[in-house]
């Protein structure tokens, strides 16, 4: 059990609140001069400090300091910040504990004690990532599915019951259950801690960006790397800046016919124009009474789309009807209503917090919108979604394609229109039939993702449409793969109780697990057939999909098209067949009498919507879904693991190895040094995100990792997913910077992991990790160059773990996403940015220059550089900014990373 800090209590916080039968020890927001004017979120923030105040790391200035918060200055104060808890999904999760049994024996070299890698702090786990589509469009897709998935995923799962078993405070959710922040908010968060006498708000960090879909339960989390996350599980606190809060008021109410998809798209659209990397989001106004949980959740989900830390809503009675309604005890929810009043955390819709920033909608000018066709900021108006594809497509067809000529296509596909790219094809099903495809032929229709199928009002809308369409006797195109993955049990039940699955069915939609699967690109293969077609002729067909992210080459490796929508709006999708369809004026197809079928003939309305939600859904469900919720079924408890505080590496396993990271180490940490004959590894352009660096989706056969399991000995059909094969950093190396998606500017005309290999002479065209093989041979350090918002996406570690594995040293961008720049100090790459103004194009690099950095060694003195001097052989030199943005930051990267960072605090003690 955690230790309980002993807080110093400089400000005499520390306090008494009676709930009921029962006390609880608290720390009073209100001894603290300026408490109450700040906002919700930095209010967390300070109890957290009040709490955890120690003299040394947390002391009475740094509470000052925020007490004192000026909503107007730039960001400069850091404090400490200790999340109550860590929650982890498998993908990311599973190098975490890695990670941490490495760790384990890397203490005992040392001549420490092992038990001391341990979680202080509550860490839950849920296995949501590894289920991939493969069946789809029968009854027995599900259990298919599970089938498969145990039998890539055994080694994975069996050492992840072993760490249930030799970590304290770890737990495991087993696979089948349900998406991890729809399981947090239906079960795992507290919104009120209690913990060793104490009651302090519920705060937490995953290891996922979307761990912001829990800020709209009042609860304050966000995204980091797997690598910040082992450090919290293991007591070390997050070092940050006290941020800039923008207040986001709402006013109004939704229209009919608007849904929360639609919501969050226009806040997505709105944020990310106003900018707001780095920032909290706080929402207040009353407007945000009239928001339903769900749609708070929804809201909150997608704070990493529109780029801030977090998103949050206040804690008021939709909070705890909530909880009520997903089981949680009477105590408890006695216990957040009290706490929350006492603290000042309650919300009050006509206070005006003091902000940094302030924005304002009205709910009641949200239109119908989906996001496409590679951003989740770039919103259509769903009526002009249609003439959006045909201008959006020429950027995804070739120059053989005839514009403005008339097509002749099947009856089931629609007409091609003049000036539109159209290249029909005719494919043969299965059975004999034929039909035809074009470009914008939807090919995918996913309800997936937790970001929609946490909220039972568009769950529900999408299986009404259903039911409607079958009424009218419409039923998806042959062409589309319809999947539907919720994200927990609760929402098969509601669906069952009210007798909307068996129109579901019909339409396609049966379900094909309980995980992420298309939004994290495990859409699993397009039929056969329809694969051929699309490559053969190079077709630019399209996902629709009830999820998040919608970046190129992430959805299915067929699809180059890919637009977010509310699930009702992707039912539409798949019988509408093509984002050439007009759905919001054009017939999605004909009834049995030969009429047509419009969206508004199928569309519920709100009331309809209401009445399900209302009847259908009760404590019940929740309770039973989650009361044995950690016990996993038959497959799970039937694994066998082995025994003992430390893992027995398996050498034969693909899929668990034990990484490098700590070999060679010492306890005396080794000075920083400056950079000299560095070489580019990639130069690359604006919005390169996480899914362009970090290993995703399958493994193709003639890549490296490819290779690797081949070598290894495993058959190309259980490659699995790059996701799926985290614990193995050979795997991991190889398909960084892998990317199908990826434009290497230094191998042009190349799409893809390639770059070129300057050991050779005239510096051939390779695979990106072959080139980084020769290059760290030849004792050849290496820097990427990059343009904007280099990073942006997921919080994943391993785009930070396989750029530093690769030998790259420095990373040099324009700007970064908040939580890759911090993921690349924490494995030791020095992030740093062009001079304002300045681009790799501005200063005329190629990236065949060979580079020198000068002025590092400056962070062995203690201190950290604003700028060092960057130079080439080619006699461009400029001053880079310096992206080590805290002291600890600068302690992690003088360590050599993170990891060894507290390694060697913990050996300390």
Not at 94 to 114: F, W
Not at 702 to 731: C, I, K, M, W
Not at 842 to 851: I, K, Y
Request: hydrophobic residues 40%.
């Amino acid at each position: 059990m955690k230790e309980t800090v002993v807080s110093a209590n400089s400000f005499d916080a520390r306090s008494t609140l009676r709930v009921g039968d029962e006390s609880y020890e608290i720390f009073r927001l209100d001894k603290v001069e300026g408490a109450a004017r700040l906002p919700y979120s930095l209010k967390v923030l300070l109890e957290n400090l009040l709490r955890t105040e120690d003299g040394a790391n947390i002391t009475a200035d740094h509470i000052r300091a925020l007490g004192g918060w000026d909503s107007q200055a730039q960001p400069s104060q850091e404090i400490q910040f200790t999340p109550a808890r860590v929650i982890m999904q498998d993908f990311t999760g599973v190098p975490c504990v890695v990670d941490l049994a490495t760790m384990r024996e890397a203490v005992k070299e040392l001549g420490g004690d092992a038990d001391k890698i341990n979680p202080l702090a509550p860490a839950e786990l849920v296995i949501d990532h590894s289920v991939i589509a493969d069946k789809f469009g029968t009854k027995d897709a599900f259990g298919q599915n599970v089938e498969l998935e145990y039998g890539r995923n055994k080694e994975r799962y069996q050492f992840l019951r072993w760490g249930q078993t030799a970590f304290d405070e770890f737990k495991v959710v087993p696979p089948g259950t349900g998406i991890v922040h729809q399981v947090n908010i239906e079960h795992l968060a507290r919104t009120v801690m209690v913990r060793n006498g104490q009651a302090y708000p519920d705060t937490l960090v995953g290891t996922d960006s979307h761990t912001t879909m829990v800020n709209g339960l009042g609860v304050l989390g966000w995204g980091v790397g797997g690598i910040e996350a082992e450090a919290a599980m293991l007591g070390q606190p997050v070092s940050m800046l006290i941020p800039r809060v923008v207040g986001f008021k709402l006013t109004g109410e939704l229209k009919p016919g608007t849904t929360a998809t639609d919501l969050v798209l226009t806040i997505t659209e709105m944020l990310r124009k106003h900018g707001v990397v780095g920032k909290f989001v706080e929402f207040y106004g009353e407007g945000v009474a009239a928001t339903s949980l769900a749609n708070r959740a929804t809201i909150g989900n997608m704070s990493p789309e529109f780029g801030s830390t977090a998103a949050i809503f206040p804690i008021d009675d939709e909070t705890l009807n909530y909880l009520r309604l997903t089981g949680r005890d009477a105590q408890q929810v006695a216990l957040v209503e009290a706490y929350a009043k006492e603290q000042g955390l309650w919300l009050d819709p006509a206070a005006e917090p003091d902000f940094s920033e302030k924005l304002e909608l009205d709910l009641s000018t949200v239109v119908p919108s989906i996001a496409g066709p590679k951003r989740p900021q770039d919103r259509i108006v769903l009526a002009e979604a249609a003439t959006q594809f045909e201008r959006d497509v020429l950027n995804y067809v070739s120059d053989a394609d005839e514009a403005g000529q008339e097509s002749f296509p099947a009856s089931d596909a629609p007409a091609a229109t003049n000036g539109v790219p159209s290249r029909p094809t005719t494919v043969t099903a299965p059975d004999g039939s034929t039909y035809e495809i074009d470009h914008g032929a939807v090919t995918v229709a996913a309800i997936t993702s937790c970001t929609n199928t946490s909220n039972p009002y568009v769950m529900v809308a999408a299986a009404l449409v259903a039911k409607k369409a079958v009424e009218k006797g419409l039923t998806r195109k042959p062409w589309v793969k319809t999947t539907l993955a919720p994200g927990s049990k609760v929402v098969t039940d509601y669906f069952d109780k009210a007798g909307l699955t068996p129109y579901l069915d019909k339409v396609g939609f049966n379900l094909v697990g309980y995980g992420c699967t298309t939004c994290i690109g495990n859409s699993g293969p397009l039929p056969e057939e329809v694969s051929k077609a699309v490559n053969e002729h190079d077709l630019a067909v399209t996902s629709v999909l009830s999820g998040n992210r919608n970046f190129e080459g992430r959805i299915n490796p067929d699809v180059k098209m890919n637009y977010l929508a509310s699930p009702p709006l992707v039912v539409a999708y798949a019988l509408a067949g093509s984002m050439k369809v007009n759905i919001t004026e054009d017939a999605l197809g004909t009834d049995t009498e030969g009429n047509p079928v419009f969206l508004k003939d199928i569309w519920p309305s709100e009331a309809e919507v209401n009445d399900v939600v209302a009847n259908a859904i009760g404590e019940d469900m929740f309770n039973k879904s989650y009361q044995d919720v950690f016990a996993g079924d038959a497959q799970w408890q039937a694994l066998s693991i082995p025994t003992g505080n430390t893992f027995e590496w398996d050498p034969q396993s693909t899929y668990v190895r034990k990484p490098p990271y700590f070999e060679g180490m010492t306890m005396e940490t080794t000075p920083v040094s400056d950079i000299a004959g560095a070489r580019v590894l990639a130069k690359l352009g604006d919005s390169v995100t996480t899914d362009h660096i970090s290993p995703a989706g399958a493994i193709k056969a003639d890549t490296p990792a490819g290779q690797y399991l081949t070598e290894h000995g495993v058959e190309r059909r259980d490659f699995n997913s790059y996701g799926s094969r985290r614990g193995n950093h050979e795997v991991m190396i190889r398909g960084t910077f892998a990317n199908i998606r990826l434009r290497n500017q230094i191998a042009p005309g190349t799409e893809g992991g390639y770059t070129r290999d300057f050991t050779q002479d005239g510096g051939p065209v390779s695979f990106i990790y072959d080139a980084s093989q020769n290059y760290q041979a030849a004792g050849t350090p290496l820097v990427i160059l990059a343009g904007k918002e280099y990073g942006s996406g997921s919080s994943r570690d391993w785009a930070a773990k396989g750029t530093a594995l690769l030998g790259v040293k420095a990373v040099v961008a324009e700007s970064y996403e908040r939580i890759h720049r911090s993921n690349l100090i924490g494995m030791g790459v020095l992030p740093l940015q062009f001079p304002e103004g300045q681009t790799a194009e501005s200063l005329g690099l190629t990236g065949e220059e060979t580079f020198s950095v000068t002025g590092v060694t400056e962070l062995n003195d203690g201190t950290t550089p604003r700028t060092v001097k960057v130079s080439t052989d080619s006699g461009v030199e400029f001053d880079a900014v310096v992206r080590i943005d805290t002291p600890g930051e600068a302690d992690y990267y003088r360590n050599g990373g993170i990891m060894q960072y507290v390694l060697r605090s913990l050996i300390r003690k």
